[in-house]
């Protein structure tokens, strides 16, 4: 333990800082929560439920250029892009397009899988200290293609997952069918990852998780963080309080994993991020009369389905728009459309339907690092689709680097100052 840092508060309760502080409290530190809401109610909340080992492949890919114009007009297209935000996010567009190069896809790759090796290795011992075992399965993943085109489309992505280890099998459209009956007639080849695991409810995870952390002796404080007062010679001595809607809170170690949120708070401490908000929609059809066998992941349609601890979900889209701004409840119905077209076994209007922000940088890797500011506060956000999957390494990194210890992973690619 690094002298004088033995309290550290983390700032977020979704799953990547209910994890710090989970490895923090494991590393001996005295650890505090900070979230405006009830911990894992964020993002966290309604994403897919895979843990994503096979994600190594990146958002922005060869020939993305030709592409995002097309897919931006098109109102079939999962990705979109409210009008209004363009000028906050030509610059992330921008960048994802430099990033789409194929030797960055390579270190891109490189660098997300350098994460996703210790996926197990950062979530077991957690998991297994809360017991919330009955909320993980390891049934594994089908990816699914409608059209030759699509699976030629595929070939870099799936190379790329193969030359970092992913354990695949290439099925016709029969032998899918045979594996998850419930799948359309249209589903030509599929690609089955028997290695993925997933949750069945990731807010229950989430719930188990930072129940365990206060059995343990962490504290929960319900606020929203507004800023920091710094101390120190010229106020350069890093914060020493943070400022919530509630008062202040004095702090000795700040972790900031607080999801989009986070880029307002960073810039407030010198560190400018180019972090946007990917928002992501899905739709619960409870009691659906059939439970899919694998989660299920459309290439043609950007959608995946799986079977929850309430019914089937079904999610997609990716929509650049302020993370406040109303959601648009016309790209979950969507979804919906593309669900019931691969799945037609779902039938009747869904029991929910969701929004969530994720935080995604252009170059598709977090932020894991000290803050190039101050000493006394660490960043761990932007993990994009990722953040449930990477929640357990990412923490065990930041507990590592709180202590002084040399980190699991290398964690020069996900520097906060590479920007």
């Not at 929560?33 to 492949?57: D, Q, T, W, Y």
């Not at 089955?192 to 930072?210: E, G, K, Q």
């Not at 002796?217 to 890093?238: D, P, S």
Request: proline share 7%.
């Amino acid at each position: 333990m690094l002298k004088g840092l033995g309290t550290v508060t983390v700032i977020g309760a979704g799953l990547v800082g209910v994890c710090c502080a989970l490895h923090l409290q494991r590393e001996g530190f005295k650890v505090r929560l900070v979230e405006k809401g009830e911990p894992g109610r964020g993002a966290s909340f309604g994403n897919a439920g895979s843990f994503g080992i096979a994600s190594c492949v990146p958002f922005s890919m060869p020939g993305i250029l030709k592409k995002v114009p097309k897919m931006l007009l098109d109102p079939e297209s999962p990705l979109k892009l409210r009008w209004s935000h363009v000028p906050k996010a030509l610059p992330w567009f921008m960048g994802a397009i430099a990033n789409s190069r194929r030797s960055r896809v390579e270190e891109i790759a490189a660098a997300r899988n350098s994460l996703l090796m210790h996926v197990h290795e950062g979530y077991a011992p957690l998991i297994e200290d809360a017991g919330a075992e009955q909320w993980v399965k390891d049934d594994g993943l089908l990816m699914t293609f409608e059209s030759e085109a699509a699976f030629e489309g595929a070939a870099y992505g799936l190379d790329l997952r193969r030359r970092h280890g992913v354990h695949m099998d290439i099925l016709d459209g029969n032998e899918a069918r045979q594996i998850e009956p419930a799948l359309s007639k249209s589903v030509i080849k599929a690609v089955s990852l028997p290695d993925v695991h997933r949750t069945i409810d990731p807010f229950r995870l989430c719930s188990a998780l930072s129940q365990d952390f206060v059995r343990r002796g962490g504290e929960i404080v319900n606020a929203e963080v507004k800023g920091f007062e710094i101390g120190g010679a010229n106020g350069g001595g890093g914060p020493t309080h943070i400022v919530t809607d509630g008062g202040r809170l004095d702090v000795e170690t700040v972790v900031i994993a607080a999801g989009v949120w986070s880029r307002p708070l960073a810039a407030q401490l010198g560190t400018s991020v180019p972090l946007e908000a990917e928002r992501g929609y899905h739709v619960m059809f409870a009691n659906p009369g059939f439970e899919l066998r694998r989660a299920i992941t459309s290439v043609d349609r950007s959608i995946s389905l799986a079977d929850m601890h309430e019914g089937i979900r079904a999610s997609g889209v990716a929509e650049f728009a302020a993370p406040d701004a109303p959601p648009d409840m016309r790209n979950a119905d969507m979804v919906m459309r593309h669900a019931r077209q691969l799945l037609p076994g779902l039938t009747g209007e869904p029991a929910s339907r969701w929004m969530g922000p994720r935080p995604s940088h252009p170059d598709s890797k977090p932020v894991i690092g000290r803050s190039p500011r101050h000493r006394n506060v660490f960043f761990a956000f932007g993990h994009d689709h990722l953040g449930l999957t990477m929640a357990g390494i990412t923490g065990k990194l930041v507990a590592e680097l709180a202590t002084g210890k040399p980190t699991t992973v290398d964690l020069a690619p996900f520097r906060p100052d590479r920007f």
